[in-house]
């Protein structure tokens, strides 16, 4: 089955760039959404076909997708984007999540 | 407003069956899928499947497939999970989600709802 990696956890300063990696085989020729979740939650889509951002998401979210990596950035870091982020796909026949990476902003 | 409602929290003993519901407003609901997402204690997203309203089209997760129940009464606007014998390892949080767009079981989940907590234990 395909498999999404993600870091575990990615720390950032306030006010700095973060990013975010999804490691797939192949998955530049995928369409990869990302899910914001804060703590206790729900999911939230803040971008969708690898560079869109749904409306009311900042303009400090992006995405980008080549290759073998998706990267979810993130600009001007605040607290509120402390979070779990997830990748995801659409592989075949079923929707695969990544394994999820916890933003520190410090 | 475009929104899901979820059922509220269960508590279960092991061997209990259980099903939990989905209600979705503010759109047509018989034209988008309605999906659902376990995420156990302290775990990530998982995929369980997906069900389309207009025809009750089921699309299962290997993962979840005969573990679960998918259906739909769209009369009433409701996706629902089901199982019929609970385990301690089905305590989650369940999420159901809609795509963005109609008649798309691929595409980004835009609409989420907030979740039922389902604890299994003797």
């Known amino acids: 089955s395909y498999g999404l990696t993600q870091p575990l956890s990615v720390s950032v300063a306030l006010g700095q760039t973060a990013r975010i990696t999804c490691g797939g085989n192949n998955i530049g020729g995928k369409e990869v959404h990302w899910y914001q979740q804060r703590p206790g939650q729900a999911p939230m889509l803040v971008i969708y076909r690898d560079i869109n951002r749904p409306s009311g998401v900042p303009e400090r979210f992006s995405g980008s997708n080549s290759d073998d990596t998706a990267t979810l950035t993130i600009s001007r870091a605040q607290a509120g984007d402390e979070a779990d982020y997830y990748c995801q796909v659409w592989d075949g026949s079923t929707r695969v999540f990544g394994t999820g990476t916890k933003v520190n902003v410090l | 407003e475009v929104q899901l409602v979820q059922s509220g929290a269960e508590v279960k003993k092991p061997g209990e069956s259980l099903k939990i519901s989905c209600k979705g407003s503010g759109y047509s609901f018989s034209t988008y899928w309605i999906g659902w997402v376990r995420q156990m204690p302290g775990k990530g997203l998982e995929w369980m499947g997906i069900?389309?309203?207009?025809?009750?089209?089921?699309r299962y997760s290997p993962s979840f497939q005969g573990h679960v129940i998918i259906s739909v009464d769209k009369s009433i606007n409701t996706a629902f999970l089901q199982w019929t014998s609970l385990k301690a390892s089905d305590t989650a949080i369940y999420y159901c989600?809609?795509?963005?767009?109609?008649?798309?079981?691929?595409?980004?989940?835009?609409?989420w709802g907030p979740g039922t907590m389902v604890t299994v234990s003797s």
């Open positions: 069900i389309y309203p207009g025809d009750s089209d089921t």
């Open positions: 989600a809609r795509p963005d767009r109609s008649g798309h079981f691929t595409a980004a989940l835009d609409v």
